[in-house]
């Protein structure tokens, strides 16, 4: 380069700082963003092109681990609005007054997949909800469906081996699939709803949202009450047949993200209307099923929904990287007058999804704006870390108490105390009078209309014929003949069909 080129190349960079001027991560203005520097024209690059470096090591570094279930998903902002009087039944303030806004961010997802794959998949559905309250942030991660595969967290991580790619061959592999549930009677529930026409959904917008768990809610006059969480969808459910499914999911991978996105853009807000069941906490103990198996669900025979309140959604996301693969939800961020119930699974999940957000996001990923609260501020003595953003005063401390009016304890419990009793070890769940695990899977199946549980059939066959040990064929067979008589029977006879042709 010669004198008179570096002397117009300065003149030129003086004209571009002029405006909006693109600098590296330290804010050294970039004179050159198109060619990398080297030893002379067409010579090997320079080990002191800082932006160069900066570039690459960054992109290195761009992705995080992903979700180890409930990897894809889409996700949008909007608020929650209390319709009807709850105070009878929780003392939570973002529920405390009819006509109350309560801003919040929705997460759906597909749970076995991996980040890349498709949408529209026969596969359960999160529906992880983040009220941003004045009380702090409340998660309620749930799913599409009211009940669960299994009843106790120590199965849950086989269970996901059984769902996931197969280490040898790199798919899912019906094998595992239904060897898994031949050992799990207690899945027959779910199967029968995954296989139904409910298990392809037609998008994340026409197809409820459930708390799925049971939850303790509390009065200001200290009673319990156990719940459970139904959002009705007012769009109106729509699903997709197996074959649809698969011909939308080959055509367009992000099909429901896409709907979502677009509806949002134009202004069709979707929204969901708030049901609860509430059960007093005394008849919990007599109530002929176990309101704490997740594999349960409550006849609205015995609880009827209750409304509570309206969700819209109404913003989406500016960056999906930021804000809905950084989204980070654990069932144990209650706020007062709502807490956990003795429920299993959701106690299991109560350390499992906060200690997944920690090692994918770091300890100090509740400061992310996603995920950090709206409402009211974050007071604590949590300090340091990776990405370490709160730094406070100089002479704040980092120990409790202490003398120096830092932020203490109110003493006031989330909920009303639950008497325990009994010796520690591992048991089974106390019995009920009709706690077998196949009871109402039968009356799901006699629900359905004759063309439902046609489809509902057929989805099964089609993936239990593919399975190579007899033994485990027969296994399920007896499941589905427990569950329904007409049932198992339909279902042997697609499958030996299938088998022998």
């Known amino acids: 380069?010669?004198?008179?080129?570096?002397?117009?190349?300065?003149?030129?960079?003086?004209?571009?700082?002029?405006?909006?001027?693109l600098t590296t991560e330290s804010g050294a203005p970039v004179a050159d963003n198109q060619n990398s520097a080297t030893a002379g024209v067409g010579g090997p690059l320079l080990v002191q092109d800082q932006q160069l470096l900066e570039k690459l090591a960054r992109f290195n570094r761009e992705r995080i681990p992903e979700r180890v279930v409930h990897a894809r998903g889409s996700a949008a902002y909007g608020h929650f609005e209390v319709t009807d009087d709850v105070t009878a039944y929780t003392s939570a303030a973002f529920l405390n007054t009819v006509g109350k806004k309560t801003k919040t961010f929705l997460r759906f997802s597909t749970v076995a997949d991996s980040l890349g794959g498709a949408d529209a998949v026969r596969d359960p559905r999160g529906f992880a909800l983040k009220f941003y309250t004045e009380e702090g942030n409340y998660d309620l991660v749930g799913n599409n469906t009211p009940v669960f595969?299994?009843?106790?967290?120590?199965?849950?991580?086989?269970?996901?081996?059984?769902?996931?790619?197969?280490?040898?061959?790199?798919?899912?592999?019906?094998?595992?699939?239904?060897?898994?549930w031949a050992h799990a009677p207690?899945?027959?529930?779910?199967?029968?709803?995954?296989?139904?026409?409910?298990?392809?959904?037609?998008?994340?917008?026409?197809?409820?949202?459930?708390?799925?768990?049971?939850?303790?809610?509390?009065?200001?006059?200290?009673e319990a009450f156990f719940v459970k969480y139904h959002f009705k969808t007012n769009q109106g459910i729509r699903c997709l047949s197996a074959e649809q499914g698969a011909e939308l999911a080959g055509s367009d991978a992000n099909s429901h993200q896409t709907d979502l996105?677009?509806?949002?853009?134009?202004?069709?807000?979707?929204?969901?209307?708030?049901?609860?069941?509430?059960?007093?906490?005394?008849?919990?103990?007599?109530?002929?099923?176990?309101?704490?198996?997740?594999?349960?669900?409550?006849?609205?025979?015995?609880?009827?929904?209750?409304?509570v309140g309206r969700l819209v959604l109404d913003r989406n996301p500016d960056n999906v990287f930021a804000e809905v693969e950084q989204a980070a939800f654990s069932p144990n961020n209650f706020v007062p007058g709502i807490t956990a119930s003795p429920d299993k699974m959701l106690?299991?999940?109560?350390?499992?999804?906060?200690d997944a957000q920690r090692y994918r996001l770091g300890v100090n990923h509740t400061l992310l704006p996603v995920n950090a609260p709206k409402a009211s501020k974050a007071e604590n003595y949590g300090r340091d870390g990776v990405?370490?953003?709160?730094?406070?005063?100089?002479?704040?401390?980092?120990?409790?108490?202490?003398s120096h009016q830092g932020p203490a304890e109110t003493?006031?419990?989330?909920g009303a105390p639950l008497a325990v009793s009994g010796y520690t070890g591992t048991h089974e769940a106390p019995a009920h009078t009709k706690d077998d695990d196949f009871f109402q899977a039968g009356e799901l199946?006699?629900?359905?209309?004759?063309?439902?549980?046609?489809?509902?059939?057929?989805?099964i066959a089609g993936g239990l014929s593919q399975v190579t040990l007899e033994d485990v064929i027969e296994k399920n067979l007896a499941h589905f003949h427990a569950a329904d008589a007409d049932y198992g029977k339909r279902v042997e006879e697609a499958v030996r069909a299938l088998r022998e042709g």
Do not use: C
């Open 387 to 402: 990405m370490a953003l709160r730094n406070g005063s100089r002479h704040d401390k980092n120990y409790e108490p202490n």
């Open 445 to 459: 199946y006699r629900l359905m209309s004759e063309d439902a549980k046609l489809r509902l059939v057929a989805n």
């Open 149 to 180: 595969f299994i009843k106790d967290p120590i199965k849950f991580p086989d269970f996901i081996h059984s769902q996931k790619r197969d280490p040898f061959t790199g798919k899912q592999e019906p094998d595992n699939v239904w060897d898994f």
């Open 186 to 222: 207690e899945a027959t529930h779910q199967i029968t709803w995954l296989m139904g026409d409910r298990g392809i959904p037609a998008s994340y917008r026409h197809m409820n949202g459930y708390g799925s768990h049971t939850y303790q809610w509390t009065n200001a006059q200290g």
């Open 1 to 21: 380069m010669t004198e008179d080129d570096f002397r117009q190349q300065f003149s030129v960079r003086k004209v571009t700082m002029s405006k909006r001027t």
């Open 411 to 414: 003493g006031l419990a989330l």
């Open 347 to 354: 106690q299991g999940r109560l350390f499992a999804y906060a």
């Open 261 to 307: 996105l677009q509806a949002i853009e134009r202004g069709v807000n979707p929204s969901w209307t708030l049901y609860v069941q509430v059960m007093p906490a005394a008849e919990a103990a007599d109530y002929r099923f176990n309101p704490f198996d997740l594999t349960k669900v409550w006849p609205h025979s015995d609880y009827p929904l209750q409304r």
